[in-house]
């Protein structure tokens, strides 16, 4: 069958994709490279098309950077020409000077040519055509000025400082800026499009842009306790030796801005504030990102300044979003296709995916998706959002390769009934079944890196086959012993109800412990401590009908530290914090050692080393 006729008879059915979009000087012109796919089959591919039809916006971005600005256009129109031998006589200055500079960068002269040229102008062909309808003045203000293209004081206004995008995860978003104190849109306002809206890191956001860095650094400075503040003074001085230190960073930063401001204080004056120190609340508005939430079309879904909040309420939709995006790109949807895997029938999982999209590459992470019975394929628009995902689908293949070792541990599990009478104020004994054989595939499966092709999967599966029945049965082992001592504490635990504040305290310990899920939920390494960590609360108990008051004193050195962590935990909003998870066992042993000492702690602790361990965490 001639493709030909396909296009002619079925052009209803045909789908067309475009990529490369790209300035052509040739033809005058954005040109882009054009597929078209029936049903997935392609009937052509590689065609050259005019993009400016397709979209207009973005043809005249690469019309203005890669036209205009580098004067790369077959033209008679003299403002073209005039303006680039401007531009080339400030450049032969940069070299006799030794000075590179001089000229202003790229993105100005583009910002120049951008108020300038009209939004239907995205084509050599449409700029002579404008031009010839301007008068003299019209076409005076189109001249470059050598003043405006020199570096002087107003150059401090470019978009290097000012951008007018950014980039997320290969999704380029538009920056706009807007200046009327008391107004909703006062600031910089990001227009996030839906399906990446999981993308956008609240981290990034805290250091607003370059040019914005200095008086926000100024306001959380001024914030500070006098007893802190003192040590920056004057002010101004430090924010800007801070936008000079952090300027590089401040671009992609790796840790939050209040962090950031922490650590430089303890480089440079020697005093470290925490976090809490800082009150971000006495910031005006403008001071935080403002977002805006649009559709495909472009039309406005939300917006606000609470990123967390924009994404509780949309997340799950950005997530559709994402992925029904993902499936316009051919190669993504076919790679996608499998679904009902009971066994790793699929070629290599990358550790991430280029998804094309209007000429970008935007990045998504594929994962397997836990479906009970088998696995499906999926892409995410997270990174950590896909691991834990990943994680419950690897688990699941694994279970389902290793069905005949399951069954049999399904019914010969040591102690289970026993086990289960202790669990049922938890759940099911099948539930206490099931995640005593998730922990243990885990543990003969899943040693970090996890295998990403079939030939690592299937090595994996034989090597755990003689394995599973005893990391099986030591876990059932392990389970046990932990809720016995679970039990033993629930007989205890109403001699501490006269004390309130010690019966509280250990309530909250034992439900961030005891969960319905904690042998499946608890990393292996951390589950064998349980039993000490439990015999530790009898031990508490124990002491406290003779010696109260001691446990009241203890419980108070530990509070600051109980505080900060919870505080953390709940700014995190969900997210993974391996930091904040060690930090946490490390408070689990800090109870061991304040009211049960006797039974010892694998490593040294004390209030004084956590409180050592936090400040170092937030160096």
Excluded at 77 to 106: G, S, T, W, Y
Excluded at 158 to 170: I, L, N, Q, S
Excluded at 350 to 366: A, F, T
Excluded at 420 to 438: A, K, V
Aim: charged share 25%.
């Amino acid at each position: 069958m001639e493709p030909g006729w396909i296009e002619r008879v079925g052009a209803h059915l045909l789908r067309r994709t475009w990529s490369d979009p790209r300035w052509e000087k040739k033809s005058g012109q954005v040109v882009a490279n054009e597929r078209g796919t029936v049903y997935g089959l392609t009937v052509y591919n590689g065609r050259s098309i005019h993009y400016g039809k397709i979209d207009p916006i973005h043809a005249r971005e690469i019309f203005i950077r890669e036209g205009l600005v580098t004067g790369e256009l077959n033209t008679t129109v003299p403002f073209v020409r005039q303006n680039r031998q401007l531009i080339e006589r400030i450049e032969k200055l940069e070299h006799q000077a030794r000075r590179p500079d001089i000229l202003v960068d790229d993105s100005l002269i583009y910002a120049f040519y951008d108020q300038q040229v009209p939004a239907e102008v995205f084509q050599t062909a449409t700029l002579e055509k404008w031009f010839k309808g301007l008068d003299g003045a019209a076409r005076k203000a189109l001249l470059l000025q050598r003043d405006d293209l020199m570096r002087h004081e107003a150059a401090g206004v470019t978009t290097d400082v000012f951008p007018k995008k950014v980039e997320w995860d290969g999704v380029e978003m538009a920056l706009d800026y807007h200046f009327e104190p008391g107004s909703v849109k006062d600031g910089v306002t990001l227009t996030v499009p839906l399906f990446a809206l999981n993308k956008i890191d609240a981290q990034r956001c805290e250091w607003l842009v370059p040019g914005m860095l200095k008086e926000k650094v100024q306001l959380l400075l001024k914030s500070l306790p006098q007893k802190l503040r003192r040590h920056c003074v004057p002010l101004p001085d430090y924010a800007a030796d801070f936008y000079a230190r952090w300027f590089e960073k401040a671009r992609a930063p790796d840790l939050s801005l209040l962090d950031a401001i922490a650590q430089d204080m303890w480089q440079h004056v020697k005093v470290r504030p925490h976090r809490t120190d800082f009150k971000t609340e006495t910031l005006p508005a403008h001071m935080f990102m403002n977002f805006k939430v649009v559709d495909e079309h472009g039309r406005m879904l939300s917006g606000g300044r609470n990123l967390d909040q924009l994404k509780a309420e949309h997340g799950r939709q950005a997530q559709a979003s994402f992925q029904k995006m993902a499936v316009r790109d051919d190669s993504v949807a076919q790679a996608l296709a499998q679904d009902n895997l009971t066994s790793w029938t699929f070629g290599e999982l990358p550790e991430l995916m280029e998804i094309q999209r209007k000429g970008e590459s935007v990045i998504g992470y594929p994962a397997l998706v836990d479906k009970q019975t088998h696995c499906d394929l999926d892409v995410f628009d997270d990174p950590a959002k896909a691991r834990a995902q990943h994680r419950l689908g690897l688990r699941r293949l694994f279970r389902l390769a290793l069905n005949d070792q399951v069954k049999f541990l399904q019914k010969n599990l040591t102690d289970l009934t026993r086990m289960s009478m202790l669990y049922i104020s938890l759940g099911t004994q099948d539930e206490l079944r099931d995640q005593i054989i998730d922990l243990a595939i885990e543990q003969a499966c899943m040693a970090e890196p996890w295998p990403d092709t079939r030939e690592k999967f299937e090595q994996r599966q034989d090597s755990a086959r003689s394995r599973l029945g005893l990391l099986a049965q030591e876990v059932a082992r392990l389970t046990g012993q932990i809720l016995t001592e679970w039990a033993a504490v629930q007989k205890k635990l109403a001699q501490a109800k006269p004390h309130a504040q010690t019966y509280a305290d250990i309530q909250s310990q034992l439900s961030a412990l005891m969960g319905k899920w904690f042998v499946r939920d608890t990393p292996y390494d951390k589950l064998a401590h349980f039993p000490r960590y439990l015999k530790a609360v009898q031990m508490r108990i124990d002491k406290l009908k003779s010696d109260p008051q001691r446990d009241s004193k203890l419980m108070a050195e530990m509070a600051p530290l109980l505080m900060q962590y919870q505080r953390s935990v709940s700014t995190l909003k969900g997210a993974h914090d391996a930091q904040l998870m060690e930090f946490r066992w490390m408070l689990e042993e800090l109870r061991v050692s304040l009211f049960a000492q006797t039974l010892r702690t694998p490593m040294p602790v004390s209030v004084k080393r956590l409180n050592k361990a936090w400040s170092a965490m937030h160096r």
